[in-house]
T-cell receptor, first 114, second 114 residues
């Protein structure tokens, strides 16, 4: 199983809503990532979890709150988002953080903030 | 600072043509990793290849081939006999020895017409 599964695939939320994005992998990878991708742009790293601990936060606003409940799951909690936060949110995993290995990406959640 | 440049914003070819996607990178590190990812319309990034800085051997995988030249800091990707299913956005990315943060190029949109 070489899949990273993200749910939901599409999400529309209002600026006062609270929602969560979910990501799951069963490859035994110990590093998991959240990326944000705006239309016609490359992905931008948001967070890195290594061994279930947050190791990198790329100065992401606090309205985005990551959580790693266990080694297979990664959540991104959303609250009070702005329309400019509308984007494709990609989850990825890799075997380790310390050694640079290939990352496997999910299909993403296409988020629209209205 | 690390940087990846994909100068070709968009390329259109007719099926069965060969096409080369250019990637130029900048880094002062001696150990680094180069990647190519494909992003079809469905959204996920599909890993194509990882190359470390000490391995300048060119690689061929089916219709895909990669040319790594440290002298020109380039890691170009060629698709032979292109097919409509090759239509996607292709990203070149650079990773450092430690940590798993990828620096992506802007991406090249490849359109293969039948």
């Amino acid at each position: 199983d070489t899949e990273v599964t993200q749910t939901p695939k599409h999400l529309v939320m209002g600026m006062t809503n609270k929602k969560s994005l979910k990501c799951e992998q069963h490859m035994g990878h110990r590093a998991m990532y959240w990326y944000k991708q705006k239309a016609k742009k490359p992905p931008e790293l948001m967070f890195v979890y290594s061994y279930e601990k947050l190791s990198i936060n790329e100065s992401v606003p606090s309205r985005f709150s990551p959580e790693c409940p266990n080694s297979s799951l990664l959540n991104l909690h959303l609250h009070a988002l702005q329309p400019e936060d509308s984007a494709l949110y990609l989850c990825a995993s890799s075997q380790f953080r310390e050694v640079n290995t290939e990352a496997f990406f999910g299909q993403g959640t296409r988020l629209t903030v209205v | 600072a690390q940087k990846v440049t994909q100068a070709q914003t968009e390329i259109s070819v007719v099926e069965k043509e060969d096409v080369t996607l250019d990637c130029v990178y900048e880094t002062r590190d001696t150990t680094y990793y180069l990647f190519w990812y494909k992003q079809p319309p469905s959204g996920e990034l599909v890993f194509l290849i990882r190359r470390n800085s000490f391995d300048e051997q060119n690689e061929i995988s089916g219709r895909y081939s990669w040319n790594f030249q440290k002298s020109t800091s380039s890691f170009n990707f060629t698709i032979t006999a292109s097919q409509v299913v090759d239509s996607a956005v292709y990203f070149c990315a650079l990773g450092m020895e430690y940590g798993n943060k990828l620096v992506f190029g802007a991406g090249t949109i490849l359109r293969v017409k039948s």
